[in-house]
């Protein structure tokens, strides 16, 4: 498939100063077990092409789910129309920037397969730990996360770049939310900030049958703890919500699609313009 679509890619290349295509092929099988029931099954598969182009010192980028060599060229020329547009009011001038052509290839280390397990042995190990989540009357609601992402990625450039990258992850999770008269609190393990790269041996690495007694015991020492005090205080930030805070009060306004109106539906505008792009500093 990968040598097919760098033909397809080379030949929907659109007349510019640089272009490249990346293949995106992804697939994810998701096993979730709440309140000790099984949630339906989840097997996704997101395939699709990203086309950027380089020319006369914009750039542009389109994508599309259409894999032919029609589809793709469209893309390629949607990208080339934008790289047109945005050359009078871009901050970096891409005629003097030198585009990579890398060429490599990288697989993700696995030990145990996510494939070399039945799914229902990964079933009875979702439901073993759910089960284990559950010590008292007061947690009302408790799950288990199981989500494995394979991907493969196809990298082609002119001048010959090339990459091709194969790719595996496993995210683990289990949560448990306890409640009593008006107070409800929940407490997590693992999620999106433990996945990480490999096969079922991440299990193993992150100790995943460990943590339910553990998890189950602190929800209920959280429950019991008295409030925060009120008054004015300093506060003390982890890096993860220091990162979060700055992308919330300056990075969104800086956001294109939001000074160009795109999201004015969804999640709002900026007070930023295309005149200040260049000279207004902000944050």
């Not at 990964?122 to 009302?140: G, N, P, S």
């Not at 288990?144 to 992850?169: F, I, K, P, R, S």
């Not at 008295?226 to 506060?235: F, H, K, R, S």
């Amino acid at each position: 498939m990968m040598e097919q679509m760098k033909q397809k890619f080379l030949e929907a290349a659109p007349a510019a100063d640089f272009w490249s295509f990346r293949l995106v092929d992804e697939r994810m099988e998701i096993i979730q077990v709440r309140q000790d029931v099984l949630q339906p099954v989840t097997s996704v598969r997101d395939v699709g092409a990203m086309a950027t182009v380089l020319h006369r010192g914009g750039m542009g980028y389109a994508a599309t789910s259409d894999l032919s060599v029609s589809g793709l060229r469209a893309a390629g020329e949607r990208a080339l129309a934008w790289a047109e547009r945005t050359r009078v009011a871009t901050v970096v001038d891409f005629t003097k920037v030198v585009a990579p052509t890398p060429r490599g290839s990288y697989t993700s280390p696995i030990e145990r397969p996510w494939s070399s397990v039945p799914l229902t042995e990964k079933i009875d190990l979702a439901k073993t730990e759910c089960a284990r989540l559950k010590t008292d009357a007061r947690i009302v609601d408790w799950d288990v996360l199981l989500w494995h992402t394979a991907g493969d990625q196809l990298y082609v450039t002119c001048g010959n770049g090339e990459v091709h990258q194969h790719y595996e992850l496993l995210t683990p999770g289990l949560g448990v939310t306890a409640n009593e008269g008006s107070e409800t609190v929940s407490r997590r393990f693992g999620g999106f900030d433990l996945g990480r790269q490999g096969g079922l041996e991440v299990l193993d690495q992150v100790r995943f049958r460990d943590h339910a007694p553990t998890l189950s015991e602190e929800v209920l020492e959280l429950l019991a703890a008295p409030n925060c005090p009120t008054g004015t205080m300093d506060l003390l930030l982890d890096p993860d919500q220091m990162y979060l805070q700055i992308h919330e009060s300056i990075g969104h306004p800086l956001e294109l699609d939001r000074i160009l109106g795109d999201e004015r539906n969804y999640a709002g505008t900026s007070f930023v313009t295309l005149d200040m792009i260049g000279s207004y500093r902000y944050g």
